[in-house]
């Protein structure tokens, strides 16, 4: 018995057999998918910040959180944020909040190719953006309350993938805790050159 093992063993070798594991697909950039045709549907986003560690004016709420949807590839032409829950004239609120209308770019099937017509689906981009380094401007640290709650409230309105999210904030915390916010969104393509245009002038 052995001995017809070593040979079975023998013959596979010399046909070129081996243990070959799956192949892991995972490890594929998702940046190597071609981005979609896509057109704007209009969104809406009721939100009132809850907050332990951060505190926010309602200027202060409306503003960062007009960011956040530009970065996240809201139309700038018909973003509306307005506050809400504000009762103090100036100062950080208990419970601020804004109601955002705006569009965003939404991937298009052939079918609705079909129906809508290709000139009114749009060219579109992925974009990386990192929504730690955005609302960290002028701070000490990042808002990481803000930023998990905008993340379950406001990313699913946008078409987005490769989200890469981490926190270690704690409510109270008397050091900053570390958060890691970054993810592609669909924003709309660069406008490329016109075929014979004249190059920049040099510098």
């Known amino acids: 018995m052995k001995h017809a093992w070593l040979v079975?063993?023998?013959?596979?070798?010399?046909?070129?057999?081996?243990?070959?594991?799956a192949a892991d697909t995972a490890g594929v950039p998702a940046l190597s998918v071609a981005p979609p045709a896509a057109q704007w549907v209009q969104r809406s986003l009721d939100y009132t910040y809850s907050g332990f560690t951060d505190k926010f004016s309602c200027d202060g709420l409306?503003?960062?959180?007009?960011?956040?949807?530009?970065?996240?590839?809201?139309?700038?032409?018909?973003?509306?944020?307005?506050?809400?829950?504000?009762?103090?004239?100036?100062?950080?609120?208990?419970f601020p909040g804004v109601a955002a209308h705006f569009s965003v770019l939404v991937p298009v099937t052939p079918d609705d190719i079909g129906k809508v017509g290709r000139a009114t689906t749009n060219p579109t981009?992925?974009?990386?953006?990192?929504?730690?380094?955005?609302?960290?401007?002028?701070?000490?640290?990042?808002?990481?309350?803000?930023?998990?709650q905008l993340k379950a409230k406001?990313?699913?309105?946008?078409?987005?993938?490769?989200?890469?999210?981490?926190?270690?904030?704690?409510?109270?915390?008397?050091t900053p805790g570390e958060i890691k916010f970054t993810v592609d969104v669909l924003q709309p393509a660069s406008a490329a050159p016109a075929s014979g245009a004249a190059p920049p002038p040099a510098a």
């Open 8 to 21: 079975l063993a023998g013959l596979a070798a010399a046909a070129g057999w081996q243990d070959v594991p």
């Open 154 to 174: 406001a990313l699913p309105l946008f078409t987005s993938r490769n989200v890469k999210f981490s926190s270690s904030c704690y409510p109270h915390a008397i």
């Open 125 to 148: 981009q992925w974009k990386t953006v990192d929504l730690v380094r955005l609302t960290q401007d002028g701070r000490d640290a990042a808002p990481c309350e803000l930023l998990e």
């Open 62 to 94: 409306r503003d960062t959180v007009r960011d956040v949807l530009l970065a996240l590839g809201a139309r700038k032409q018909d973003l509306d944020v307005r506050s809400h829950g504000c009762i103090k004239l100036q100062g950080p609120e208990t």
